[in-house]
């Protein structure tokens, strides 16, 4: 079996899923300085893991129309990566935060109106908590539409708002991998951003709750490989989102669970359908 794996950066995960990959068959490791289009790659599967999210979706999409099958597939990078389309996806399977969308800066300022203060501004693509935003009060938010506004990507003035939620200190990060639950993590912060990306601290988590919402938010995309971001909210858990291009070095160092195995064992088992 040929397995190809397309990113932009050599990191820990690479490395890991590419030595996984070995014991399945010959690896072909794919730079994107090294892929032009239309091109055949003789390939049985490839695991996408280039860091941009429309690199990403171009590759899957560009591959898989060769006829080569992608983890994790365009459709689900599509859906998943796009935090207003996983929203709707989410919302029909698990608790979510409460969110509103908007399309222009006047309609922006009335979300206040009925999410209140605090509330947290989010790019609808993005990850690492980059050009996350509180926003605290009227101020604060006629600042982040002055500044959003100027940008030159015009995804960035779809304005997406969720609730803020007072969160324990800590989220939870799960993975879910071809529908198995695989581990999850607490990620711990003295700031209201917890990714381990951001220097938040990571820490096993066992929770049978976690598990069964983990899976139903897999559900809700019913294929792939998705880390899964959830908030303990007063209520009980919220899914905040889902990433299809996930990172997990620090999730296989505190729990001992070998995530880029199972990823791999997954894209061979999409090899062979």
């Known amino acids: 079996m040929r397995i190809g794996v397309t990113y932009t950066i050599l990191r820990k995960e690479e490395l890991m899923i590419r030595d ?3 014991e399945y068959g010959e690896v072909v490791m794919l730079h994107e300085d090294d892929l032009t289009f239309p ?3 003789d390939l049985d599967v490839a695991i996408i893991r280039n860091i941009s999210h429309y690199k990403a979706l171009y590759i899957a999409k560009l591959l898989e129309e060769q006829g080569t099958p992608t983890v994790n597939s365009f459709n689900l990078m599509l859906e998943a990566g796009d935090k207003v389309f996983a929203t709707l996806k989410l919302a029909k399977k698990v608790p979510v935060p409460r969110w509103r969308v908007s399309f222009s800066e006047k309609s922006a300022k009335k979300i206040p109106e009925e999410l209140g203060y605090p509330l947290v ?7 690492w908590g980059r050009l996350l935003a509180k926003i605290n009060d009227e101020d604060s938010l006629e600042n982040v539409l002055e500044h959003k506004k100027w940008m030159k990507n015009p995804l960035y003035n779809i304005h ?3 609730e803020f939620i007072d969160k324990p200190g800590r989220d939870i990060r799960s993975y879910v991998i071809g529908g198995e639950f695989v581990t999850a993590i607490y990620r711990y912060s003295d700031h209201w951003i917890t990714n381990t990306a951001r220097g938040g601290r990571a820490e096993p988590c066992d929770r049978e ?4 919402i983990s899976i139903k938010a897999w559900e809700a995309f019913g294929e792939g490989a998705l880390a899964i971001d959830i908030f303990e909210g007063k209520n009980g858990l919220l899914v905040n989102e889902v990433n299809p291009n996930m990172e997990f070095k620090n999730a296989a160092r505190v729990t001992g669970v ?5 990823l791999v064992e997954y894209a ?3 090899a062979k359908r």
Do not use: H, T
């Open 258 to 262: 070998d995530i880029a195995r199972k």
């Open 268 to 270: 061979v088992e999409v």
């Open 39 to 41: 091109k055949k790659y």
């Open 20 to 22: 996984r990959a070995r």
């Open 160 to 162: 997406y708002f969720q």
């Open 209 to 212: 709750d976690v598990v069964e």
């Open 121 to 127: 501004s989010k790019p609808v693509f993005g990850s």
